[in-house]
């Protein structure tokens, strides 16, 4: 046993008020209280043990208690060893399980078999992080929870699925021979199959996978979502609901969550007066050419190997004419989605999309997304281009042709519905202005002197009318209004010629309008600072 004499820090000259044994073999530090004339202080006392370093847990609960008593010269405990603790909590969705490490005083350190022993008892089993408690005792981290054990977390079912087994998109893409030649036989913009082609299946939705708390209690998982697989028009779906196959020969769809089959209707020949004109609820094949003034209506895709003279085409999906148009001011082509040729000539162009050309000669084009006159020699000629966000070809212009126009930024069909209200409005406007002529004259008259009944009659209706076509004016520049503040434009509408763009071209981005009369060599229009600018990388003056 060690025994210390603790002087009283108020005054060193007065005898010791208290003394200090340290029993090294017991884990303690024992305080006798003597005889004094000042009794010793909490504080004192536990300054007392503390300026010793011991490395005992000192119990300021039991020195008080003594100082109350008022009791001396009896030993009492007043610092003692303490093992090291610890607690492991579970929280409330039994998901984490934390240790926390609590510093001990001189006695037994926490060992990795202690918390291996805990941990059983409490019953926590899955996902307990060894390797984190190991850290937790090396590094001695106290006081702070340290997370040992997670729950493995339930893994969600996949949702059933529709797997096509057909393309749900033909892409437009022709492919470029050598020589700037264009094989538009590699172009299939439709996709046949026969009766008992497998169409699509249905991948089931799956159960998931369950969890599991710390404690070991299951998590269940939450089931994908089963879908409503159903067949169209002429497929048929197996007993199990789980494939479905053509009942007859055409062109696949999947409208939805059901797949049906669009007949095909085929032409070996020509269109002309021995055929007619055609209107079909399907898709549109013709081996050779459409002669001058015929039409042709498909609610899905048209594909001709031919040429196509002065005609009709509408097609709900896309248009595919390998041979080209030759329009003679009088062809239209209007295609719900995409349009492809190998040129146009003198033709009026419509696509919801995308139009893929080769030469663009006096035509007017118009594409909801883009215009590209690539194929070939990709030229564009006295014609008008419009597309929402990118026209690109390869030359623009000719030094002998009329003006050419190209237009980006704003969709073609906002435009064209624009322009023909406005067209309205200035006829309305000119009617109008013409029955105030015949009223002004009719009320000179009646200044003169009484108006026969006839052109009072006549007074009377005009002024009726005049009154109704003004009504009529407002709501159509109401219209007008209404559109030109609800036009979306593009976010970077603009226009790329590859090899040479002439002078006495016009491109409008949005509302921007810039005439050239200067010819370029690869150049870029876009717009910049409430200016169209061009970007050239050679430049020829």
Request: glycine content about 8%; charged content about 25%.
């Amino acid at each position: 046993m060690t025994s210390l004499r603790e002087h009283n820090d108020a005054d060193t000259d007065r005898p010791n008020s208290f003394t200090i044994e340290v029993n090294e073999e017991d884990g303690c530090a024992c305080v006798t209280i003597h005889e004094a004339e000042e009794h010793p202080s909490l504080d004192q006392i536990v300054s007392g043990l503390k300026v010793r370093n011991l490395p005992y847990w000192i119990d300021e609960e039991a020195i008080k208690r003594e100082l109350a008593k008022m009791t001396t010269e009896q030993p009492f405990r007043a610092a003692v060893a303490k093992d090291s603790e610890f607690e492991i909590k579970v929280d409330g969705a039994q998901r984490v399980a934390t240790l926390v490490l609590k510093e001990g005083y001189g006695g037994r350190e926490t060992t990795m078999v202690d918390v291996q022993l805990r941990l059983n008892e409490m019953g926590i089993v899955s996902g307990v992080d060894l390797d984190r408690v190991i850290l937790a005792l090396s590094e001695k981290i106290y006081d702070k929870p340290v997370v040992i054990a997670r729950a493995k977390e339930p893994v969600p079912g996949a949702d059933a699925a529709i797997d096509c087994l057909f393309p749900l998109q033909l892409i437009m893409q022709p492919k470029e021979l050598e020589n700037k030649k264009v094989d538009f036989r590699e172009l299939k913009l439709i996709f046949a199959v026969v009766p008992g082609d497998v169409l699509a299946r249905k991948i089931p939705a799956t159960p998931g996978e369950p969890g599991m708390t710390v404690v070991g209690t299951p998590i269940p998982a939450k089931p994908g979502k089963d879908i409503a697989f159903t067949a169209g028009r002429n497929t048929i779906i197996s007993p199990d609901g789980m494939e479905v196959t053509a009942a007859m020969a055409g062109q696949p769809f999947l409208k939805g969550r059901s797949v049906f089959v669009e007949p095909v209707y085929s032409i070996k020949g020509d269109i002309n007066y021995s055929v007619g004109n055609i209107d079909f609820k399907g898709s549109v094949k013709i081996d050779g050419n459409v002669v001058s003034g015929f039409s042709i209506k498909a609610t899905e895709s048209i594909e001709i190997n031919g040429v196509v003279e002065d005609c009709s085409l509408e097609a709900g999906m896309d248009i595919s004419i390998k041979g080209g148009v030759l329009g003679a001011d009088r062809g239209t082509m209007k295609a719900g989605r995409d349009f492809s040729a190998l040129f146009v000539e003198n033709c009026h162009v419509e696509a919801g999309r995308n139009i893929v050309v080769g030469d663009a000669l006096n035509s007017v084009l118009s594409a909801g997304d883009s215009i590209d006159v690539v194929l070939g020699t990709g030229r564009v000629i006295g014609s008008k281009l419009s597309a929402q966000n990118l026209v690109s070809m390869n030359s623009l212009g000719s030094p002998i042709a009329g003006r050419t126009q190209v237009l980006v930024g704003f969709e073609p069909k906002t435009m064209a519905l624009l322009k023909e209200l406005k067209e309205e409005v200035q006829r309305t406007e000119h009617t109008v202005e013409e029955i105030q002529k015949h009223v002004s004259t009719l009320e000179e008259m009646g200044r003169a002197g009484p108006l026969p009944n006839e052109k009072e009659r006549l007074y009377g209706r005009l002024l009726a009318t005049a009154d109704e076509l003004d009504h009529q004016l407002q709501e159509q520049r109401s219209r007008v209004e209404m559109i030109e503040s609800t036009m979306t434009k593009a976010a970077q509408p603009t226009v790329k010629v590859r090899g040479t763009c002439y002078p006495n071209i016009r491109v409008n981005i949005g509302t921007l309008v810039f005439d050239s009369t200067t010819e370029y060599h690869s150049a870029v229009f876009y717009e910049e600072e409430g200016r169209i600018k061009v970007n050239v990388y050679d430049n020829k003056t």
